[in-house]
């Protein structure tokens, strides 16, 4: 994946980043016996051969754990960033990370082997992001937490049917201005054009995109790329 970020740069005469997320570290050190931090000394290694030991490469390293992260910041300079997970979207906009059994959406996992309360919620709370800011560079929020949405069952496409897409769409939680706030990037995801789920108020992913661009994201995963540039380019020009 390095080699074919270098060589794409290249075709193309502009830098092209890559975005690694580190699974299950906790996991894989105690029931694969990897032992504490191998993966990620490995993975550090590896970067820093290829870019350099600094924070302007073009790299970021993600995961839905702290610990890793919190390591990763004692080991390097390149960017990191705190992914959030949720269960669900409830009808009046709030979100779900409760369920009736444990489940991977509530909170990180190495928080559920320390018996750590805090959930993936309350990472997104005033606290929580001054905790990330004090490893990570950014913070990378599944989309509903970004944008108020609710379901007042309002058939607002005209089709004959209640879906995601007919969500009113009330402005930002708060989220992004908060974490700006306190030097924090914002990447959220994922904008699927062919998900019929979450489309949450949005005709299209284009739309849902510039909506999220316009309120001040700075950085968006999608499976649409193309898609992505034109909302770029429509809300900011390039």
Same mark, same amino acid.
């Given at each position: 994946?390095?080699?074919?970020?270098?060589?794409?740069?290249?075709?193309?005469?502009?830098?092209?980043?890559?975005?690694?997320?580190?699974?299950?570290?906790?996991?894989?050190?105690?029931?694969?016996?990897?032992?504490?931090?191998?993966?990620?000394?490995?993975?550090?290694?590896?970067?820093?051969?290829?870019?350099?030991?600094?924070?302007?490469?073009?790299?970021?390293?993600?995961?839905?754990?702290?610990?890793?992260?919190?390591?990763?910041?004692?080991?390097?300079?390149?960017?990191?960033?705190?992914?959030?997970?949720?269960?669900?979207?409830?009808?009046?906009?709030?979100?779900?990370?409760?369920?009736?059994?444990?489940?991977?959406?509530? &909170? $990180? !996992?190495?928080?559920?082997?320390? @018996? /750590?309360?805090?959930?993936?919620?309350?990472?997104?709370?005033? *606290?929580?992001? =001054?905790?990330?800011?004090?490893?990570?560079?950014?913070?990378?929020?599944? &989309? $509903? !937490?970004?944008?108020?949405?609710? @379901? /007042?069952?309002?058939?607002?496409?005209?089709?004959?049917?209640? *879906?995601?897409? =007919?969500?009113?769409?009330?402005?930002?939680?708060?989220?992004?201005?908060?974490?700006?706030?306190?030097?924090?990037?914002?990447?959220?995801?994922?904008?699927?054009?062919?998900?019929?789920?979450?489309?949450?108020?949005?005709?299209?992913?284009?739309?849902?995109?510039?909506?999220?661009?316009?309120?001040?994201?700075?950085?968006?995963?999608?499976?649409?790329?193309?898609?992505?540039?034109?909302?770029?380019?429509?809300?900011?020009?390039?």
């Amino acid at each position: 994946m390095i080699a074919l970020a270098k060589s794409e740069s290249a075709k193309v005469n502009r830098t092209i980043g890559i975005y690694p997320e580190i699974k299950h570290s906790t996991f894989h050190a105690i029931e694969v016996k990897f032992g504490p931090n191998v993966f990620e000394d490995k993975l550090v290694k590896t970067l820093h051969d290829a870019y350099g030991n600094v924070a302007t490469a073009p790299v970021f390293i993600q995961s839905f754990e702290v610990s890793n992260l919190q390591y990763l910041n004692t080991k390097t300079n390149l960017k990191l960033v705190q992914l959030i997970d949720a269960y669900d979207v409830l009808d009046d906009g709030s979100i779900q990370v409760d369920t009736a059994t444990y489940n991977p959406w509530r &909170k $990180p !996992y190495d928080f559920v082997v320390k @018996n /750590d309360p805090r959930t993936f919620k309350d990472l997104v709370t005033a *606290s929580g992001l =001054d905790f990330i800011k004090t490893y990570a560079d950014g913070v990378g929020p599944w &989309k $509903p !937490y970004l944008v108020k949405t609710v @379901n /007042d069952k309002v058939d607002r496409t005209g089709d004959g049917k209640i *879906s995601d897409v =007919d969500r009113r769409v009330d402005g930002s939680t708060g989220v992004i201005e908060m974490a700006h706030q306190k030097g924090l990037l914002v990447h959220t995801w994922t904008f699927r054009g062919d998900s019929g789920g979450y489309d949450l108020g949005f005709k299209d992913v284009k739309t849902e995109m510039e909506y999220y661009i316009k309120l001040g994201v700075d950085g968006v995963f999608s499976d649409f790329p193309a898609a992505g540039v034109a909302a770029l380019k429509a809300v900011r020009g390039y």
